[in-house]
């Protein structure tokens, strides 16, 4: 596991510099421009235990659909390169997070095979200034770039600051989970020989 990597991504709609740490202490320095996300990479990044460096320039005069997706697919392509062939590695990780009326179910599987199975709904259309549907985005993006399975379920849930804020929290715990070493293992967890 190369543990830290940083990504660069520039194309016509966004400009994204992004710095992570594996095995980190849940020190971040994020700027979207979007202030609830930024908050979301937050709560990903402190309770995954994850040092996140993010900086973005999106075109957020056309709107934060650029933005959002790009940094999705940048923190998925940093997850993939930093744990590399998995080799040693828990593969798995899930986490139930509770927060007040909302409890949000976790679940990673660091497989090689993107998939998002994905159950969230918002009676909003906005938090702050990021669309709700935005979410299920940047979710998508995150499991293509990292070539992961990810399941997000929320189970409960009235708030939507509290249901998008444990999607994250609930995330980043399971993903941690999934990137710690198994020390009775030197190779990839699987039957197939390689993920």
């Known amino acids: 596991?190369?543990?830290?990597?940083?990504?660069?991504?520039?194309?016509?709609?966004?400009?994204?510099v992004l710095t992570l740490t594996i095995n980190g202490r849940g020190r971040n320095n994020i700027d979207t421009g979007i202030g609830f996300f930024d908050h979301m990479l937050d709560g990903f990044a402190r309770h995954g235990l994850f040092d996140l460096?993010?900086?973005?320039?999106?075109?957020?005069?056309v709107d934060s659909h650029h933005t959002i997706e790009d940094t999705g697919i940048v923190l998925g392509e940093a997850i993939r390169e930093a744990i590399e062939d998995k080799a040693g590695l828990k593969r798995?990780?899930?986490?139930?997070l509770p927060m007040d009326e909302t409890l949000v179910i976790a679940a990673v599987d660091l497989s090689g095979r993107p998939y998002l199975n994905y159950n969230a709904e918002f009676s909003v259309e906005r938090i702050g200034t990021l669309e709700t549907e935005m979410i299920r985005e940047f979710f998508y993006a995150v499991?293509?770039?990292g070539m992961m399975n990810l399941h997000l379920k929320v189970l409960d849930g009235t708030n939507n600051h509290h249901i998008a804020e444990a999607l994250f929290k609930g995330f980043g715990k399971a993903l941690d989970m999934a990137t710690q070493e198994e020390?009775?293992?030197k190779e990839a967890w699987?039957?197939?020989g390689s993920l």
């Open 183 to 185: 020390p009775r293992i």
């Open 190 to 192: 699987t039957t197939k």
């Open 1 to 16: 596991m190369k543990n830290q990597v940083t990504i660069v991504r520039k194309t016509k709609e966004t400009d994204i």
């Open 53 to 61: 460096d993010v900086q973005v320039k999106g075109d957020l005069e």
């Open 143 to 145: 499991s293509y770039g």
């Open 92 to 96: 798995y990780g899930h986490f139930t």
